[in-house]
Structures are given as structure tokens and as C-alpha cells.
């Protein structure tokens, strides 16, 4: 079977050979919200580009639940997704989006602690094992491929955990963002982590204190839209919508420009220091490319706001380029939570204390609490 994978992973990478020159062009290359000259800084484009965190398929990783796949091939790539998206926003909030990676030159210990987050260890925050395991709670089973809004609920619940990063994950509902709900979790006061600080030393983030924080304040946000934009093929009228001015997303022209996680890589530990050999986690080649209308119409789109004011820019953006200049709406931005909806709860990690080693086990216990539940109902 793994034979079979390698040479499917090989065609992909053929095939994708034909579209990575880029075209002469004077329109600028938008990365992320950053703009970019072919003509005159095309060095730096791909520089930017290989700093991003790019986590593809691996193999040879400890079985995940124990007796589980060792391998994602094949079904987690979108979960790889959902890594290199939130991925891209520890770096924001811990490093800055100017923050640039370079082979072979020493990195802040930042970088390694979030690196570490996406390793592919059972006691890694936001590795295969604990994302898998997780959307056993969303109706996945683990080996099973996950559409972009599930993998958007297992990492705001997975964030829950994640007191170093300290980070807001807001997913959308029905294609509606709601300011209210967000500003009141974003501004939810601080809780003292002093009775879990012991566990806090062995966590999958390996930091020796809580450097987020304590005192109430803006928590930085993570904003997923989870969006489906046509039945089979993605509707003409969203096109534009992604190459407003200031876009968020890799634009060229009407292609977009992204790191493709259908390549299987071998497992990857930390060394005995906490570093991380890092190569094989930066694409170091040149990026793929495809027409936007190539594009799935199952998408999720991601922003991160480190502050209230970068929400508060964005929501402006957001109505002054997309949704007044759209006849058909990607999605709603509306200022109160709608009446008809269930009221909203700030999420709270659960009364567990445990360590990310103990995640999936504590985990488990609550699916098994669960289906006891239902067949006590019955």
C-alpha cells in the first residue's frame, strides 16, 4: 500500500512540475498579506514562501491509540492543512509576520516550542495523534479524511489545551461572523493556571513557565470561516474576492499560489536538547501553483489578529472590499448575535488536569462517558 502512495505522491509532483516557473508579470504576488515584485525581488518572494512551517504526510511515527495507522498518507492532508494554518499563526504571535527562516541559521527558542506543537508524538499539542483522536468527538474515525470544518473544530478544541500560545479559535457558523461573540471571547478575563503550572513543565510544549500572561487582556485570534463557495466547482462570482487589496491569501493573478501537503516524509523527532531538525518542515523548492477556479468549493479561510485593533482593520476590510462589492456574499459580518441562535459560550478547557500526554487518554474516557450515556438513554 505504501508502495502504491509513493507512486501516487510521484505523479502529483510531476505533474506539478509544469507550474512552478513563475510568468512574467507586473502585477504584485500577495503572500499572506504581504506584496511582492516579480520583476525586481523575486528572491525574496521565495524566501518568504520557505519560511512558512510545511507539514505534509509522514511515516513511521508511533501507531496512533497505540494499535493505529503510523502514516497518515493517504487521508491526512487535511489535517496537515490545518497545522500549517495554525502553524503560520504561533509564528504571527510569537515572532511577527516579518520573521524569516534561513537553512542552516540558529533559530529563538519560539520557533522550536511551536515547531514542537506539530510533531508527530502522542504528547504534541496539535500532532496527527491528538488531532486524530480528537475528531473521534466530531464523528471521524482516526484514518479517516476530515473536510475543512471539522479540522477547524478540532483545533479551536485542541487550542483549549494550549496555554503557552494562549490563542482565541473562533469558527464561524453558518457563514456568519459575529463581532459581538468574538470581542467577548477574546476579552474573557484571564484564569490563574496556578493549580495546573506543575503539569505545565511536562507539557507538549516543553516551556519551563507560562509566558502568556495572567492579567486580563485581548487574547490573539485565530479566525476560521469555514465556507463552501458552489456545488462541484467554485462559483465565478467569488473570484474576485480573493485578490482584494492587502490579500490575506497567496495570489498571482487568478492563481493562487500554496505548500502542498501530499508529500510522505519520514517521522521526524526533537533532539535531546529540544531542537528540531527543521529541513524536511520548509518547502525549498518552488512553490505550486493553480488557477483559483481549480480551487475545491470546500474551503476554510483563516486570519489571525494578534490585537483588537487588527480585528477592528480587518472587519473594515472585510466590509469595504468583499461583502459590499459582492453580489453574492462569501459570508456575513454582522455586529450582534443573531436572536434565533443559541447563546454563545466562550469556550473553556475542560475541568481536566493533565498533561498533552495524558490528552488522548483523558480523551478517550470522555467518548466511552458518552456512548454509556446513550445507551443508559435508551
Not at 511515527?61 to 497545522?83: K, V, Y
Not at 464523528?139 to 487550542?159: C, D, H, M, R
Not at 519551563?208 to 466547482?233: D, E, Q, S, V, Y
Amino acid at each position: 500500500m505504501e508502495a502504491v502512495l509513493s507512486r501516487y505522491e510521484n505523479q502529483i509532483t510531476i505533474l506539478s512540475d509544469y507550474l512552478e516557473e513563475f510568468p512574467e508579470t507586473d502585477e504584485p504576488v500577495w503572500i499572506l498579506g504581504r506584496q511582492h515584485h516579480l520583476n525586481t525581488d523575486k528572491s525574496k518572494l521565495l524566501l518568504d514562501i520557505s519560511a512558512r512551517l510545511w507539514f505534509t504526510y509522514r511515516r513511521k511515527f508511533s501507531p496512533i491509540g497505540g494499535t493505529g495507522p503510523s502514516s497518515d498518507a493517504g487521508w491526512g492532508c487535511m489535517l496537515r492543512c490545518g497545522q500549517m494554518m495554525l502553524a503560520q499563526a504561533l509564528i504571527c504571535r510569537h515572532l511577527g509576520r516579518d520573521w524569516q527562516w534561513e537553512k542552516h541559521k540558529k533559530q529563538p527558542e519560539e520557533y522550536h516550542r511551536i515547531l514542537r506543537c506539530f510533531l508527530d508524538r502522542k504528547d504534541c499539542c496539535y500532532s496527527i495523534h491528538q488531532m486524530a483522536q480528537m475528531g473521534v468527538g466530531e464523528g471521524k474515525s482516526i484514518g479517516e479524511w476530515f473536510g475543512p470544518n471539522t479540522v477547524a473544530q478540532v483545533l479551536k478544541k485542541l487550542a483549549l489545551f494550549d496555554e503557552w500560545n494562549s490563542l482565541a479559535v473562533y469558527v464561524s457558523m453558518d457563514n456568519t461572523v459575529v463581532i459581538e461573540d468574538i470581542k467577548k471571547m477574546c476579552w474573557s478575563p484571564a484564569q490563574s493556571v496556578a493549580h495546573s503550572s506543575a503539569h505545565l513543565h511536562r507539557s507538549a510544549l516543553g516551556q519551563n513557565k507560562n509566558t502568556a500572561g495572567l492579567c486580563p487582556g485581548w487574547k490573539p485570534l485565530l479566525l476560521i470561516i469555514p465556507l463552501r463557495l458552489g456545488i462541484n466547482h467554485i462559483n465565478p462570482v467569488y473570484i474576485d474576492a480573493f485578490k482584494v487589496r492587502d490579500s490575506s491569501v497567496t495570489c498571482l493573478c487568478n492563481e493562487l499560489i500554496y505548500l502542498d501537503p501530499h508529500t510522505t516524509q519520514s517521522f521526524v523527532d526533537s533532539e535531546e536538547n529540544g531542537t528540531v531538525d527543521d529541513q524536511s518542515f520548509h518547502c525549498q523548492q518552488a512553490p505550486h501553483r493553480m488557477k483559483i477556479m481549480n480551487l475545491d468549493p470546500s474551503v476554510a479561510l483563516g486570519f489571525f489578529c494578534k490585537e483588537e485593533c487588527d480585528f477592528d482593520n480587518w472587519c473594515s476590510l472585510v466590509q469595504k472590499e468583499i461583502l459590499k462589492q459582492q453580489s453574492l456574499r462569501m459570508f456575513e459580518l454582522v455586529q450582534k448575535h443573531p436572536p434565533h441562535w443559541p447563546p454563545f459560550i466562550p469556550p473553556t478547557k475542560p475541568e481536566v488536569t493533565t498533561t498533552g500526554a495524558e490528552l488522548i487518554e483523558s480523551t478517550d474516557k470522555l467518548f466511552e462517558l458518552e456512548e454509556e450515556f446513550e445507551i443508559l438513554s435508551v
